[in-house]
């Protein structure tokens, strides 16, 4: 969802540092200083004026302790973990803070969060690339372990004895010799006044208590009473609603508009022009929403005026008969196609796709002489705090940003459109304003998953073995849009989940051909293994058909060095009772795929009526994520992963006619529901090694396990997503 | 305008909206009750669900005029401590992901379980399929409501 190829490294390496310099220039005195200051409740990082310090150490003494920027403890014994991600349902606020609630020893009941407030002393907060635990797995675990060893120091200066005899367990500080024990909380002044450890030593393996365990999560409560705040429920006093209407064309802008009908709506304050659209502001949300019915607008809908799906998919055709840039070349490549004893060719086709979080876009800013403070719920603090900067003529530091929960993100929360809107509006109408998008605002103005066209060929030997595997693709690039794509390479973020192909096939070739038409693109959960997966995975199929293979062997057979692929594909096919005869109509489909450091495998059962209605029954789902940090969120994204996928591949798809997407709600964008939610089975293959992601690798198999499913009921394949439009 | 009378929770309010305002926006707006969710503006979602006079309704289809007078339930109104048995039954299952299309869930669920103490998956599936999530956590309200159906005890 964020960048996941080239600049993964990068953002690794933020993550990394973002603790680091702060820890080295954290002197005695300055940490001094900065456990005075904490206990005023000031978000305030390490470098701290001299005098400003010595004022509030005498003003306020230390009463909660903050060792480092990810965690204050109480007097009370209260642990609050600072959360530099976001938080959208994925749960990285309750594994971030089991990471260091498992190096402190703290008692997991007496744990809270908290979301952090973009800063340098935080990095890059972006969050996505199921990036979120991997990226923060040593600092969170390092932060808690240095509070660890300064409070078991605390308590062994107290009782004069050796640190090295004392330990930390739930909460407190025990002296197993001598039987004496304190709570976390009567150490914490005494702690606030050692030195932080630079190299605290972490804990063993096999002495987690926490990790791979599934406590409840942190963030539950506010979910179910109505307290927990999303970007769309802040209110701020004297703040105006604004609604903002943009060009339906993708790139037009106003020309000129008519604001007299919109103004006598009451409560209606003003209409403005905003960037190339137009914001009517009032009271509240509706005097806003029938203000905008009111406003007369006329757009210059400017070069994509005539742009359709139609249009979109004739020029695809017409580039898959050039060659693109090479993405992968194994052995002879397509040349060996021509040694092969039966060749099969197929074309495979996704749309583009809306995110539809059920939190529409939202922004609350308020610009006020040197200052501006932002409530979002946004994938990127880090990137919102630049963007409010450079739309209010500010510099970051002079900009908070308040992150909310997100009531979704998938992918779309890293752009900061609404964001900009209401800091240039609070900039001209000198108020906090909020700017709310309707569903049909967020389904039409979004940066959409692309749609891609593929040609597959493969050749079988004279045993039936394939040989060989070329696969040419025509796809918008994201990366190529957003201009971060590597110079003089495939765009990454068409090729992850194509490229890189699993099985063990000895020539193949994979090249692209990126072609923009201009609808706007964005990162979609999974991104580009979000379609390719599909494709890939549904052509192997075809190749087993082809070679009268059953499609688990065939796997097994190309995958036999593989082994996190197979562990986890003979896994889901073993809890699926693979080979047992299913009814007429019925049909199995398997699907396997590796990213984002994972692996997971699913079958799915699927019914298929006479009048064509497709009903996905079951699903088994096996998953190795290395090593997991809380079992239970593991399962519920594979299960989210799947539900959103299922979406995606049953009813998904976005398009366009007259410049304009046609789709603007969930009646015409339908998205899976309760009833058409298969029972799905998650079951674990975990393998121990190194952390793999987890919002995004969940989603990518459940297209091709049903759509192959579809392919083994009928015999025949399904080439065309949404297979509901098929 | 005649200001117009909401109960809501139990407290009477009077507010001086347009009467055509949609009950969601005098929840959110005019009293700040903020747990009630916009998510489609049509009625298809239902993360605008509350209770009127005990039934559910989208409030996003309900304006102030129809609701005035009658009895509305939020989700700040279903228990004063988050402890309904729905609101715990959906602890237990560790139900919400992003949280957004919750309050809406629970509300559909306690006015299912009003009409049928202990629904079937398919009494389950009819009515809830009116309440759509993003992020898949339709097998856990399933079983969070069967829970809650059985006094939490399962």
Known sequence: ?726 | MPAIRLIVNGAAHSIDVDPEMPLLWALRDTLGLTGTKYGCGAGICGACTVHLDGEPMRSCQVTVAQAAGKQVVTIEGLSPDGAHPVQRAWLEEQVPQCGYCHSGQIMAAVALLAKQPDPSDADIDQVMSANLCRCGTYPRIRRAIHRAAKGGAR
């Open chain 1, 1 to 726: 969802m964020s960048p996941t190829g080239k600049s993964r490294p990068a953002a690794r390496r933020r993550a990394g540092e973002q603790c680091a310099p702060a820890e080295r220039a954290l002197s005695r005195r300055a940490f001094l200083k900065t456990g005075a200051l904490a206990g005023t409740g000031l978000v305030i990082a390490f470098h701290v004026p001299e005098a400003l310090a010595a004022a509030v150490t005498k003003a306020a003494p230390a009463t909660r302790w903050k060792p480092n920027a990810y965690l204050i403890v109480d007097p009370k014994g209260e642990v609050t973990v600072i959360i530099a991600r976001s938080e959208m349902g994925q749960g990285s606020s309750t594994g971030l803070a089991m990471l260091l609630a498992e190096e402190l020893e703290a008692d997991w009941t007496k744990v809270r969060i908290q979301q952090a407030i973009p800063a340098p002393k935080y990095g890059n907060m972006s969050t996505g690339g199921s990036m979120s635990i991997r990226s923060l797995w040593e600092p969170m675990r390092k932060a808690g372990a240095q509070a660890r060893e300064m409070l078991i120091a605390a308590a062994a200066n107290q009782w004069k004895v050796a640190p090295g005899t004392c330990r930390a367990e739930h909460g407190e500080v025990v002296h197993p010799p001598s039987g004496r024990r304190l709570a976390f909380g009567a150490l914490v002044a005494a702690a606030a006044k050692l030195p932080v450890p630079e190299k605290p030593v972490l804990e063993e393996r096999k002495d987690w208590r926490l990790i791979g365990t599934s406590p409840a999560r942190l963030d539950g409560p506010a979910k179910v009473d109505g307290r927990a705040r999303f970007g769309t429920d802040v209110r701020v006093p004297g703040m105006l609603y604004a609604s903002v209407l943009q060009c339906p064309v993708f790139g037009g802008k106003v020309q000129g508009f008519d604001p007299a009908a919109a103004l006598q709506v009451p409560g209606v304050v003003r209409v403005e022009r905003v960037g190339n659209d137009v914001a009517v502001l009032a009271k509240s949300t509706w005097a806003a929403l029938r203000g905008r019915e009111a406003l007369r607008v006329t757009w210059d809908e400017g070069a994509l005026a005539a742009l359709d799906s139609a249009g979109i998919r004739a020029k695809f055709v017409e580039l898959a008969g050039q060659p693109g840039q090479q993405a992968r070349k194994e052995g002879r490549g397509t040349e060996a196609l021509a040694s092969a004893a039966r060749t099969i060719e197929a074309v495979y086709e996704v749309p583009f796709l809306a995110h539809a979080t059920m939190e529409p876009m939202n922004c609350t800013a308020h610009v006020q002489p040197g200052s501006c403070a932002v409530w979002v719920s946004t994938q990127n603090g880090s990137s919102a705090q630049r963007a409010a900067a450079e739309a209010a003529g500010l510099k970051p530091e002079q900009v908070t940003i308040h992150m909310t929960f997100l009531g979704g993100g998938f992918g779309r929360r890293h752009q900061h459109d609404p964001l900009v809107q209401a800091v240039l509006l609070s900039k001209a109408v000198h108020a906090p304003v909020q700017v709310f998008w309707t569903r049909e605002d967020d389904m039409q103005h979004d940066f959409y998953r692309p749609a891609t066209y593929n040609v597959l060929r493969a050749g079988l030997d004279a045993t039936g073995a394939p040989i060989a595997w070329t696969h040419r693709m025509v796809a918008p690039g994201i990366a190529t849009q957003m201009r971060f794509a590597e110079k003089d390479k495939p765009d990454w973020s068409s090729i992850d989940g194509a490229a890189n192909l699993p099985y063990a096939i000895p020539n193949i070739e994979v090249d692209l051909v990126t072609h923009d038409p201009g609808v706007p693109l964005g990162f979609w959960r999974s991104v580009g293994s979000s379609q390719n997966a599909y494709v890939v995975e549904c052509f192997l199929d075809e190749v087993a058909a082809a070679a009268k293979r059953d499609p688990f062997e065939l796997r097994r057979e190309l995958l036999k060095d593989k082994p996190q692929h197979l562990a986890v594909l003979e896994l889901a096919a073993k809890q699926a009772g693979w080979g047992t005869p299913l009814p007429k109509g019925q049909g199995r489909g398997i699907a396997v795929h590796g990213c984002f450091g994972s692996f997971v495998a699913q079958v799915a059962e699927v019914e298929v009526a006479t009048a064509g209605t497709v009903r996905v029954k079951r699903v088994f789902c096996a998953v190795d994520c290395g090593t997991a940090v809380h079992l239970d969120l593991v399962r519920a994204q594979m299960e989210s992963g799947i539900i959103y996928g299922l979406s995606a591949a049953l009813h998904g798809q976005i398009t366009l006619e007259k410049g304009r997407v046609v789709q603007g709600n969930f009646s015409d964008y339908p998205v899976v529901t309760m009833a058409e939610t298969p029972l799905i089975e998650v079951h674990f293959a975990l393998s121990g090694g190194e952390l793999g992601g987890i919002g995004e690798p969940g989603l990518p198999p459940i297209a091709p396990a049903v759509a192959n499913a579809i392919f083994a009921a009928t015999g025949k394949p399904v080439r065309k997503l949404p297979i509901a439009g098929v």
